[in-house]
């Protein structure tokens, strides 16, 4: 299966200010975090995130077991450049339905080596597709 295959992208509702596109604003950075809520207590929880075809394929650790509670569900997903040092910074959040996936070679290649290493336990990767439904873009200019 090609990473085409993975995602039928839909437009997603996006809402910026100025040009910056938040699908190519993701694919500067590689790791974001995403929220969503386990019996009605909010989480956020931290993801490797490679971006293909108009969806964010998510990398996280399934040892915490953050996996189970986005199956199926509407999350949200962030990410930003505020530790690059740069003076115009950015955060990216999308909004979607977030289901498991089968990851191609193509895609584990994207995603690049793996830590060692979670929380003291070896990593075991489970990997999710996020299909963006609204997508949000906040700009913050230092110079």
Not at 6 to 20: F, S
């Given at each position: 299966?090609?990473?085409?295959?993975?995602?039928?992208?839909?437009?997603?509702?996006?809402?910026?200010?100025?040009?910056?596109?938040?699908?190519q604003?993701?694919?500067?950075?590689?790791?974001?975090?995403?929220?969503?809520?386990?019996?009605?207590?909010?989480?956020?929880?931290?993801?490797?995130?490679v971006?293909?075809?108009?969806?964010?394929?998510?990398?996280?650790?399934?040892?915490?077991?953050?996996?189970?509670?986005?199956?199926?569900?509407?999350?949200?997903?962030?990410?930003?450049?505020?530790?690059?040092?740069?003076?115009?910074?950015?955060?990216?959040q999308?909004t979607?339905?977030?289901e498991?996936?089968?990851?191609?070679?193509?895609?584990?290649?994207?995603?690049?080596s793996?830590?060692?290493?979670?929380?003291?336990?070896?990593?075991?990767?489970?990997?999710?597709?996020?299909?963006?439904?609204?997508?949000?873009?906040?700009?913050?200019?230092?110079?």
């Amino acid at each position: 299966m090609s990473t085409e295959e993975l995602c039928a992208p839909t437009e997603p509702r996006t809402r910026t200010q100025g040009t910056a596109d938040p699908m190519q604003l993701l694919s500067r950075v590689s790791h974001g975090h995403v929220a969503t809520s386990l019996r009605a207590m909010p989480f956020v929880a931290p993801a490797r995130h490679v971006v293909a075809d108009g969806c964010v394929m998510l990398r996280m650790h399934a040892g915490l077991g953050y996996q189970r509670a986005c199956s199926g569900s509407v999350v949200a997903y962030g990410a930003d450049n505020f530790n690059s040092g740069h003076t115009g910074l950015w955060s990216v959040q999308c909004t979607g339905t977030i289901e498991p996936v089968e990851p191609t070679a193509a895609l584990l290649e994207m995603y690049g080596s793996t830590p060692a290493r979670v929380d003291g336990e070896p990593f075991e990767a489970v990997f999710m597709r996020l299909e963006p439904q609204f997508m949000t873009v906040h700009t913050f200019d230092y110079s």
